[in-house]
């Protein structure tokens, strides 16, 4: 009986060993073949192709085929496309999106980005203005990357600098445009002056006073679903 007893403590601390070494094995190596725009990038790890969403940063949309490209979309691809392509990156996870098995609902791998030299590219982004902290969904280093936002705005850096690029490969006729490209956009994603990102419908009590300044991050969007997605929130009134 005793010989029993301890075949089975020593059975359970192999198995919770084993557990521990898979929930710690958040981390992977991954070579960038292309950046397809500011918060994507398309990997290789171990010769099978795959693509990574990066956790907590969102920039401006260069491929949506349903809308122009924003304000401020080709600087943060050029970026990205100059940090990443070609590298050997390192890739963390964050237990936070564990329920999706670290996945968003398009099947893109959700991940934290290190280069070579150790730069955080999520973080760098938003630290450089090419994009702003996205908090629809928790992750471990939201805090930080409002912060990070918080100093990029008050710098007047990249998308908050009123339309002054900060790429080496600037788009000199980028200029925030004060209505929809797309006619069917009409949903307005302010951000008010505590950084909170809403959005107003037509119909909605501050829709028609609320001007939409995408030089400062602001956006026009096709569907509620959409700004929610985006991170944005709908007006209560």
């Not at 445009?177 to 956009?185: E, I, N, Q, V």
Request: hydrophobic share 35%; aromatic share 8%; with cysteine.
């Amino acid at each position: 009986m005793k010989r029993a007893s301890v075949l089975a403590l020593l059975a359970f601390i192999f198995l919770s060993t084993v557990c521990l070494a898979e929930d710690s094995s958040s981390t992977l190596t991954a070579t960038v073949t292309r950046a397809v725009d500011g918060d994507t990038l398309a990997i290789q790890i171990d010769g099978h192709k795959d693509k990574v969403r990066l956790i907590g940063v969102d920039t401006p949309e260069t491929v949506d085929p349903r809308k122009p490209v924003q304000y401020f979309g080709k600087e943060a691809s050029a970026f990205t496309h100059k940090m990443a392509d070609g590298k050997t990156v390192r890739l963390e996870l964050d237990q936070a999106s564990a329920a999706t098995n670290h996945r968003d609902k398009y099947g893109r791998l959700l991940a934290y980005v290190f280069l070579p030299d150790g730069t955080l590219l999520n973080a760098e982004l938003i630290r450089q203005g090419y994009g702003h902290a996205y908090t629809r969904y928790p992750f471990a280093k939201m805090e930080e990357f409002r912060a990070l936002e918080r100093e990029a705005r008050e710098a007047g850096r990249g998308l908050w600098g009123g339309g002054e690029s900060a790429t080496p490969t600037p788009t000199p006729d980028s200029a925030p445009p004060s209505a929809p490209g797309d006619s069917k956009c009409k949903i307005k994603g302010n951000i008010n002056a505590s950084g909170e990102r809403i959005f107003h419908v037509p119909g909605q009590h501050n829709y028609d006073k609320t001007q939409i300044n995408e030089a400062a991050g602001e956006k026009w969007f096709c569907t509620e679903e959409e700004a929610i997605q985006a991170g944005w929130r709908r007006a209560k009134k």
